[in-house]
């Protein structure tokens, strides 16, 4: 199962909200596209954008942590993503409800 291509992304727009959904993700092998994350916050960002390459959360993990090295470690975290691919209903319905997002169900096709 996963959502369709959505015309805006779905947005985790905090540190804590996007280390949590990376955790739920790798627990539930978890594929995302169309990934953007952002860390820190004015002059000093670094953009790391994936387009149309599915990457696990393994992966992103990884930019990640390597790309923190360069900020404070409260530095703020975002990520976006368009699409996420799911073993099972219940393991997208339990990524939306931990991180409380709002997914209507024409956003999601099962294959």
Do not use: Y
């Not at 995302?32 to 916050?41: A, E, F, N, S």
């Not at 090295?69 to 099972?88: H, L, Q, R």
């Not at 169900?105 to 294959?111: F, L």
């Amino acid at each position: 199962l996963k959502p369709r291509s959505r015309p805006h992304s779905i947005k985790l727009d905090s540190r804590a909200k996007t280390f949590e959904a990376l955790d739920i993700a790798s627990q539930k092998s978890v594929i995302l596209k169309d990934v953007v994350l952002t860390i820190g916050q004015g002059n000093k960002v670094v953009n790391i954008t994936i387009i149309e390459l599915p990457v696990d959360a393994g992966f992103l993990e990884g930019l990640l942590k390597k790309a923190m090295e360069k900020f404070d470690p409260d530095a703020p975290v975002t990520m976006s993503f368009k699409s996420a691919e799911f073993k099972s209903g219940h393991d997208l319905q339990e990524f939306l409800e931990k991180l409380g997002l709002d997914v209507s169900q024409e956003d999601i096709a099962q294959q």
